[in-house]
């Protein structure tokens, strides 16, 4: 709770407040009408609004309307000198937390930040205490209810401690960045920087270059003295992303690297040492690559120390709907959409989907879809084409079905195509209630 935003008018209840909140060391925002406070909201996510309902150019209502609509997590207490019990509790009902009346103390303010400091912490407690009912494991952006993730995981905060190299596996879009960012954020060497090399966007010497760093004239083009990113590193990690794509000559200069903890700038003959840890990726199976002579043996050897393999989306379907909800209220409230939830049907087709592209191509489907939503939930309409034919596809492969089945899913495709329930009893030539019936003993959204 360390950023407060003020909306109000009188200039001396804005110095009052800012005095007090900023000797408690908050950082404070001020606004002297609605527009501007709502500016403030949206740039500066305040964990908490100090609200007057009577600002000069808009309502205050309509202010916490849009601040409770926008669906971030904040405390908004209203302060009025008009403060009728009638307008409080209107206020509260539409989510504002508490309200102060005019004039007040400064220990009132103390009062009403201690007590949304304690309903702060018990909440937090309660969505821990949730999670892990449902076993559900949360590590900033990375969230999983997997078992075989949990696994991973523990594993991940076991060597993030050592100094051992880390060969992370697992398809595109699996969260291989992702958890590589854990392991150094967990490890001690997390005061030291964590970059990133991409094995695959460079070609060879630039690649060389960019890990060793060359000094002037090593080629065509080195026109000044540069370091490489090992050597901008030191103290923290390196994460080598895609590392089969390495070329053989980087491959012995990195195999040199790791087994003397020094190497040479391209063009030099002096050696730097470097403190580095290496967290290596790869979605190609490097075993093969070995025996098809194409990556080293001895280097591999030396990148997975541990090995960690992140299983494809399809293999853990339990965080298909899990990670979708994660990002459906994220896309939501950046979109300023009021969608709450996915519908059955969407639901079904994002777990009957095989994921190529893993949790990457996950978080792309609900973010189109929630641009494209014109509902309070995320509809099958809202979903790429690809996704609901492959459903339809696999449904259609299904062995024979029962009449009750064939209405329903007869029912589901016509709705799909058409643009109205009216428009739909017409080409299903039966009347809206009975389609409206027929929906709602289905469970068709
Ligand atoms: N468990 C997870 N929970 C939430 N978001 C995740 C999770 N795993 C990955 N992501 C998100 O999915 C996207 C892809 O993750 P990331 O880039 O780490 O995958 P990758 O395995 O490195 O893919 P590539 O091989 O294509 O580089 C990122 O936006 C990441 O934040
Ligand atoms: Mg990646």
């Known amino acids: 709770m360390k950023k407060v935003l003020l909306i109000d008018d009188d200039q001396n209840i804005l110095t009052t407040l800012q ?54 997590k904040v405390y908004v207490v209203i302060i009025t000198a008009y403060a009728t019990i009638d307008t409080a509790v209107q206020a509260i009902k539409m989510g504002a937390f508490d309200y102060l009346p005019k004039p007040f103390t400064p220990e009132q303010i103390t009062h009403h930040m201690q007590m949304i400091a304690k309903v702060h912490g018990l909440e937090s407690e309660v969505e821990t205490l949730k999670d892990r009912l449902k076993g559900i494991v949360r590590e900033g952006d990375f969230i999983t209810k997997s078992r075989k993730v949990h696994k991973i995981l523990k594993m991940a905060r ?133 025996q098809e002579g194409l990556f080293r043996q001895d280097l591999l050897f030396r990148l997975n120390v541990v090995e960690l393999y992140l299983p494809p989306l399809r293999e853990r379907p339990e965080d298909i709907s899990l990670i979708a909800e994660h990002y459906l209220s994220k896309f939501a409230r950046a979109n300023h959409k009021p969608i709450k939830e996915i519908g059955g049907q969407a639901l079904d087709a994002l777990k009957t989907y095989p994921w190529p592209g893993n949790i990457r191509e996950l978080i792309n489907v609900i973010e189109r879809g929630i641009i494209l939503s014109t509902k309070d ?65 289905y469970q068709i959204d």
């Not at 060597?159 to 697992?170: L, R, T």
């Not at 020094?262 to 290496?278: A, H, N, P, S, Y």
């Not at 299904?398 to 643009?419: F, P, Y």
């Open 19 to 72: 005095i007090h909140l900023e000797d408690a060391g908050i950082t404070v925002l001020l606004a002297e009408n609605g527009k501007k406070g709502l500016e403030l909201f949206e740039r500066e996510k305040p964990e908490i609004v100090f609200l007057d309902l009577k600002l000069p150019d808009i309502d205050g209502l309509e202010v916490l309307d849009d601040i409770i609509l926008s669906g971030t």
């Open 158 to 290: 076991q060597v993030a401690d050592s100094d051992a190299s880390v060969m992370i596996s697992g398809e595109s879009g699996t969260g291989k960045g992702v958890l590589a960012g854990l392991i150094h954020a967990w490890s001690p060497r997390n005061i030291g920087p964590f970059i990133t090399v991409n094995c695959a966007g460079l070609q060879e010497n630039l690649l060389e270059s960019d890990l060793f760093g060359h000094v002037k004239g090593a080629f065509t083009g080195a026109v000044r003295n540069k370091k490489g990113k090992l050597e901008l590193t030191d103290g923290g990690t390196v994460f080598l992303d895609e590392v089969s794509e390495m070329s053989s000559s980087v491959q012995s200069k990195l195999l040199h690297f790791l087994q003397h903890k020094e190497f040479e700038k391209l063009g030099d003959t002096q050696m730097i040492g470097v403190d580095v840890r290496i967290i290596a990726a790869t979605n190609r199976d490097l075993d093969e690559l070995v």
């Open 377 to 441: 939930r995320l509809m099958l309409k809202d979903l790429p084409p690809h996704i609901i034919n492959y459903k339809s596809k696999t449904a259609s492969k299904a062995k024979m079905q029962t009449l009750v089945e064939a209405e329903k899913s007869h029912i589901n495709e016509v709705l799909l195509h058409t643009e109205s329930i009216e428009e739909a009893a017409r080409v299903l030539g039966i009347d809206p209630a009975t389609l409206w019936r027929k929906r709602k003993k």
